[in-house]
């Protein structure tokens, strides 16, 4: 019997609004591809955020249950778990430092190389590993740092997302997001959406919800979707914009309406 290998790396697949633009990367009922072995650079994911998680889909499910998990380096932020019953591997973002925007801004941004997570899956029986390894270049947070490490999310107006994301971290670490870093397509056009392949937040993960990453900045299911639409700013168009997550749409309105926002680290 073959042994096993990784076959895909498995967030949120929501929304099926989101194209796909990269056909060797994602598949739209699995996830992502390993894309490489060598370079961890190339693989899922590049970016992350606290309570983020992703699945690791394996070859060879037989075997797959002889294998014990363990974070070989990047144990700061991630840790790895698997199922009994179910015999599901899951790699999370959510360790104590992950929690705090000061450390994971160390751990990402001042190193200068980004952060390099290996997972490595062992069978005793066999005397055979395997290894799933990635590196984040890039790191999200919530705008309210009083929630942060809760099950929801909290809303503002565009402008006091920026202020706030200033304050994070002793100030000059984080600023709001972006629109390019967290959708990859062009939105130049009127409620553009986003497609799924590395390199972006929302790209990566898709429909951020509680289910999919518990304890993140995404809202819970009693909240609207007021919660759902995320403010961003846009330096092409130098205006506050929001990106409703649930059906991939972007769109530039009012600033002060109310909605979610999100940080990015910053050097």
């Given at each position: 019997?073959?042994?096993?290998?990784?076959?895909?790396?498995?967030?949120e697949l929501k929304p099926k609004e989101s194209?796909?633009?990269?056909?060797?990367?994602?598949?739209?009922?699995?996830?992502?591809?390993?894309?490489?072995?060598?370079?961890?650079?190339?693989?899922?994911?590049?970016?992350?955020?606290?309570?983020?998680?992703f699945q690791l889909i394996l070859t060879n499910?037989?075997?797959?249950?002889?294998?014990?998990?363990?974070?070989?380096?990047?144990?700061?932020?991630?840790?790895?778990?698997?199922?009994?019953?179910?015999?599901?591997?899951?790699?999370?973002?959510?360790?104590?430092?992950?929690?705090?925007?000061?450390?994971?801004?160390?751990?990402?941004?001042?190193?200068?190389?980004?952060?390099?997570?290996?997972v490595e899956g062992k069978n005793p029986k066999?005397?055979?590993?395997?290894?799933?390894?990635?590196?984040?270049?890039?790191?999200?947070?919530?705008?309210?740092?009083?929630?942060?490490?809760?099950?929801?999310?909290?809303?503002?107006?565009?402008?006091?997302?920026?202020?706030?994301?200033?304050?994070?971290?002793?100030?000059?670490?984080?600023?709001?997001?972006?629109?390019?870093?967290?959708?990859?397509?062009?939105?130049?056009?009127?409620?553009?959406?986003?497609?799924?392949?590395?390199?972006?937040?929302?790209?990566?993960?898709?429909?951020?919800?509680?289910?999919?990453?518990?304890?993140?900045?995404?809202?819970?299911?009693?909240?609207?979707?007021?919660?759902?639409?995320?403010?961003?700013?846009?330096?092409?168009?130098?205006?506050?914009?929001?990106?409703?997550?649930?059906?991939?749409?972007?769109?530039?309105?009012?600033?002060?309406?109310?909605?979610?926002?999100?940080?990015?680290?910053?050097?």
């Amino acid at each position: 019997m073959d042994d096993v290998g990784i076959c895909f790396a498995k967030p949120e697949l929501k929304p099926k609004e989101s194209g796909v633009k990269a056909q060797s990367q994602w598949d739209s009922d699995n996830g992502f591809l390993p894309q490489s072995r060598n370079d961890p650079s190339k693989n899922f994911p590049s970016t992350g955020f606290y309570g983020a998680q992703f699945q690791l889909i394996l070859t060879n499910e037989q075997i797959a249950k002889d294998y014990e998990w363990s974070i070989k380096q990047g144990g700061e932020l991630v840790q790895v778990n698997k199922d009994d019953k179910t015999q599901t591997v899951t790699v999370s973002f959510d360790m104590p430092d992950a929690k705090d925007p000061a450390k994971a801004w160390q751990y990402i941004m001042g190193s200068g190389d980004g952060y390099t997570v290996i997972v490595e899956g062992k069978n005793p029986k066999r005397n055979t590993s395997i290894q799933y390894s990635f590196t984040l270049v890039k790191w999200f947070t919530g705008w309210d740092e009083n929630k942060i490490g809760e099950p929801g999310a909290s809303i503002t107006t565009g402008p006091k997302v920026n202020e706030r994301c200033n304050a994070l971290a002793g100030g000059g670490k984080y600023r709001i997001s972006y629109t390019n870093e967290v959708v990859n397509s062009s939105l130049q056009a009127t409620k553009a959406k986003y497609t799924r392949e590395i390199g972006t937040l929302f790209s990566e993960w898709g429909d951020p919800s509680q289910k999919a990453y518990p304890n993140s900045w995404a809202a819970n299911d009693k909240q609207d979707v007021r919660y759902k639409r995320i403010w961003l700013y846009d330096p092409d168009k130098q205006k506050f914009c929001d990106l409703h997550t649930y059906q991939a749409v972007y769109h530039c309105v009012a600033e002060n309406g109310l909605k979610n926002g999100l940080c990015t680290a910053i050097r």
